[in-house]
């Protein structure tokens, strides 16, 4: 499977507000839509996000589909948070955010990031165990979030 990342663009909203208005890929995150998405309010909120200089927002293609988006936010003295979700249920367990998980860590190398922090739901195994093997480790326990991170 070809997995590449590539800079978030407004055309993406076509696509996305789809997700956030499936329950299945918001079941392990903090950041699930409290209301129907339209394409008007994904596009809304792709211009403001992209106008952040603190973040970097990437689209992921798969197979030349876009399937999920990931983030480096709050990027400052060199930390960054990060964040995945593949929207595309079809490419769930298929080792998209393992490949995605690289590049970004290199990405983030050649920006002179130098630690990745991260907020994983308990029950989300799966994941904590992607980051595990990527050399990210447990800070913390609060409700249903792990934190953790990464020495890069």
């Known amino acids: 499977m070809q997995v590449e990342i590539r ?3 407004e055309k993406d909203a ?3 507000y789809k997700w956030r208005n499936n329950p299945l890929i918001w079941k392990y995150t903090g950041n ?3 209301k129907t998405i339209t394409p ?3 596009l809304d909120w792709i211009r403001k996000v992209l106008k952040n200089e603190n973040e970097k927002r990437f689209a992921i293609i798969a197979d030349s ?3 999920g988006n990931v983030y480096l936010t709050n990027v400052e003295n060199h930390t960054a948070s990060f964040h995945i979700f593949i929207g595309e249920p079809d490419y769930w367990g298929k080792g998209v ?3 995605v998980l690289d590049k970004i860590i290199s990405y983030s190398n050649k920006i002179h990031l130098s630690k990745l ?3 994983v739901h308990q029950d989300n195994i799966p994941a904590q165990k992607l980051y595990k093997k990527a050399g990210f480790v ?3 326990r609060a409700d249903d979030r792990i934190s953790m991170e990464k020495t890069l």
Do not use: F, N, Q
């Open 138 to 140: 447990e800070t913390s």
């Open 14 to 16: 076509l696509i996305s």
């Open 32 to 34: 699930r839509p409290d």
């Open 97 to 99: 955010a393992t490949i």
């Open 65 to 67: 589909t876009y399937v």
């Open 7 to 9: 800079p978030l663009e």
């Open 40 to 42: 008007e309010i994904e």
């Open 117 to 119: 922090i991260l907020k």
